[in-house]
C-alpha cells in the first residue's frame, strides 16, 4: 500500500472517528468508564487506531484530534490553552467516568485540562513515555539534551510559520520508530504531521489538590530517543504514581508495540 493510499484511508478514518462520537455515549451507558486517548506532538488521533482495534469492546476508547492537525488554524494561534480547551470540550461530550491516556506532549495538554475543566469526573492518567508537568513548570523541563538533538535530526524550526515541520522523514522515523517494522514506518509517514509550536513553549498551570486525587500511571518505554529513559524516570519521579509499567519500544509503543500497550491498558482498566 502506497503513502498516498494510506493517507487517504487515514482521513476517512478520522472522520468516521468524528461522526461516531456521538454514538458513543450510547456505548456508554453500558459500559460507564471510558478512555480518552490523547496524542502526541505531529500526530493526530488516527495514531491510536491500531491500539483500538485491538482493545475491541473489552474497553470503550474516544480518540481525540488536538486543533493545529486537521484543520485550517494558523499555527501560531495554537495555544497550550487553546489546546487543553479543546480536550475539555471532548470530555464533556463524554459521559461517565474518563481514564486520560496521554502520550508524549500529550502529557502537558492533559495536565492543563485538569485546570480548565475542574469538574470532569476523571479518576485515572496514564502517561505513555510523556512529559507531565507540574504547576508552574514548563513543558519540557525534565527532557534532556540529547532528547532535544535525536528530535530535531528529522524535524526543523519553521519560525515565520511558529511550526515545526519533518525536515527529514527518514530521520524522523529513526528517532521516533527505530524498532518499527517497513510496513510500520509506512503507516508513520502516512500519519506524521508537522506540529504547531507554541504549545511546547508553555508554562503548566495545575491544581495540586486535584492531581493528588487522582490515581496516575506510567508507562515506559524502554527505548524511547524522543523522551530517553533517563528522563522518563525524572517525569516518573516527580509524580505519586500508582503503578508503572515497561514496554519494549521505541516512542511509539502504539504503532510498533501495539499489543502490549493494549495489555497495559486493559490492565489498569480493570484496577
Not at 472522520?15 to 462520537?21: D, E, G, K, R
Amino acid at each position: 500500500m502506497n503513502t498516498h493510499t494510506l493517507k487517504v484511508r487515514l482521513k476517512s478514518l478520522c472522520c468516521a472517528v468524528a461522526l461516531t462520537l456521538g454514538a458513543s455515549a450510547a456505548v456508554q451507558a453500558d459500559n460507564p468508564q471510558t478512555m480518552v486517548l490523547v496524542h502526541g506532538a505531529h500526530f493526530t488521533a488516527a495514531a491510536w487506531q491500531p491500539l483500538q482495534q485491538l482493545m475491541g469492546n473489552a474497553v470503550n476508547t474516544v480518540a481525540v484530534d488536538l486543533p493545529g492537525r486537521n484543520d485550517n488554524l494558523v499555527p501560531a494561534r495554537v495555544s497550550m490553552e487553546l489546546s487543553a480547551g479543546m480536550l475539555c470540550k471532548s470530555l464533556g461530550a463524554i459521559t461517565g467516568q474518563k481514564t486520560l491516556v496521554a502520550h508524549s506532549q500529550g502529557g502537558a495538554i492533559v495536565n492543563a485540562a485538569l485546570e480548565l475543566c475542574p469538574t470532569e469526573a476523571i479518576d485515572k492518567i496514564v502517561y505513555v513515555t510523556a512529559v507531565a508537568p507540574l504547576n508552574g513548570t514548563d513543558v519540557f523541563t525534565l527532557l534532556s539534551k540529547a532528547d532535544e538533538t535525536n528530535y530535531f535530526k528529522g524535524v526543523s524550526f519553521n519560525e515565520p510559520a511558529q511550526r515545526l515541520d519533518i525536515a527529514n522523514p527518514e530521520r524522523f522515523a529513526g528517532s521516533f520508530a527505530q524498532d518499527a517494522t517497513p510496513q510500520q514506518r509506512n503507516w508513520l509517514n502516512a500519519l506524521a504531521v508537522a506540529e504547531p509550536a507554541v504549545v511546547g513553549g508553555s508554562v503548566i498551570s495545575l491544581d495540586p489538590k486535584r492531581f493528588a486525587q487522582i490515581d496516575k500511571y506510567y508507562v515506559f518505554a524502554d527505548h524511547d530517543r524522543i523522551i530517553s529513559l533517563e528522563s522518563q524516570r525524572r517525569i516518573a519521579a516527580s509524580l505519586d504514581l500508582t503503578a508503572s509499567y515497561h514496554i519494549n519500544s521505541g516512542h511509539l509503543p502504539m504503532l510498533t508495540q501495539s499489543r502490549a500497550l493494549a495489555d497495559v491498558l486493559l490492565t489498569i482498566s480493570k484496577r
